[in-house]
């Protein structure tokens, strides 16, 4: 059997575990309900659990290392989970630190959409850019940046929280507490609010008939829209303007080769696409207008195999400095030598 690394993805409400190829090739996967209400140690736990269970099925597996995403904020360069608002009692926690002690096995560690870029760009419809933007749309927004080869990770690794740049002055307000956040307006759940907004219970429409006069979501209105239903092709474009508002900033800030949508909502990419890109084709400037924005191709398995990825292709092109970094502290090496090689 080839070489693998164990993968995990924490979640808020799932904890996913795998074990991976360097090709991105999963070979094994398990997951479980997170147990996000009972703090670290319980969900540390449920992954030397689910790791066990993975290598005990598996025993011939050559396991290197463990890559590891879960939610922001994180600093991928200390290893430490700083607080993530879907995991409770999670108060700088240093993952790294942790699960290398129990394993005896390299461990890396990144914050989730980042994950996702990563798989997608080494593995998905990202692969051969050297600039790639991974942009999540689903419950809420985030993404991830593949700038010149390397995850852009900023100060502490908390770069690109894209769903937090403000692109309108008013609106409903973000969890994050501010007014106008790309995710406030453009996110799946945004789309459910506007849906529900626009009908009533009882009203007859088909958005209510689906949500069985519920509260409508983003999944019913793609639903509808396919059924040709008028309310929900308005919503849908309406939902398109903001994300094509939002992907023209990423366009200007980032200049990617690609831009990648993955989340619940690019279920609905082939009905969203043609708002999106004549919102970009209005707003961008001439030189940004032909990067081509595609869907996401590794749905839930992106950041698991980007996790894993961490580990296998670490000293390759997207190694970030931050692992580099972590290395350095470990070995007491140069940081200088490794960089080399990739530069
Ligand atoms: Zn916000």
Redesign the pocket.
């Known amino acids: 059997m080839s070489t693998l690394a164990l993968a995990f993805d924490l979640g808020g409400t799932e904890l996913r575990g795998a074990l991976v190829e360097r090709s991105g090739e999963v070979v094994a996967r398990v997951s479980e309900p997170t147990l996000a209400g009972a703090g670290s140690e319980a969900v540390i736990g449920q992954i030397i659990v689910l790791a066990g269970k993975l290598l005990d099925e598996h025993p011939q597996a050559r396991v290197i290392g463990i890559g590891a995403c879960a939610p922001g904020p994180l600093d991928p360069k200390a290893g430490i989970v700083i607080g993530p608002p879907t995991l409770a009692g999670w108060h700088n926690v240093p993952m790294i630190d942790i699960l290398s002690r129990q394993f005896g096995l390299p461990v890396r560690l990144e914050n989730d959409a980042n994950a996702a870029a990563l798989g997608e760009w080494r593995f998905g419809a990202g692969r051969g850019a050297a600039s790639m933007v991974f942009v999540t749309v689903s419950t809420g927004i985030g993404g991830g940046v593949i700038a010149d080869g390397h995850i852009y990770h900023g100060r502490r690794g908390l770069a690109a929280e894209i769903?937090?740049m403000?692109i309108t002055g008013e609106g409903d307000r973000?969890?994050?507490?501010?007014v106008g956040?790309?995710?406030?307006v453009a996110s799946g759940t945004a789309l459910g609010r506007r849906a529900t907004r626009l009908t009533a219970p009882g009203d007859g429409s088909l958005l209510r008939r689906l949500s069985r006069d519920g509260d409508v979501s983003a999944r019913h209105v793609v639903e509808a829209a396919r059924t040709g239903d008028a309310a929900a092709f308005g919503l849908v474009e309406a939902e398109a303007k903001w994300l094509g508002i939002g992907f023209t900033n990423l366009l200007h800030l980032y200049s990617p080769e690609v831009i990648v949508m993955g989340g619940g909502l690019a279920n609905g990419f082939d009905l969203l696409a043609p708002g999106i890109r004549t919102t970009i084709d209005e707003r961008a400037m001439q030189a940004y207008r032909d990067v081509p924005i595609v869907p996401a191709e590794l749905g839930d398995r992106a950041g698991l195999v980007g996790a894993a990825s961490l580990i296998l292709w670490e000293g390759e092109p997207g190694t970030a400095l931050a692992m580099v970094q972590n290395d350095e502290i470990k070995t007491g090496g140069p940081a200088g030598s490794r960089e080399a090689n990739h530069g």
């Open positions: 769903g937090h403000t973000c969890f994050c507490g501010n956040c790309f995710e406030a």
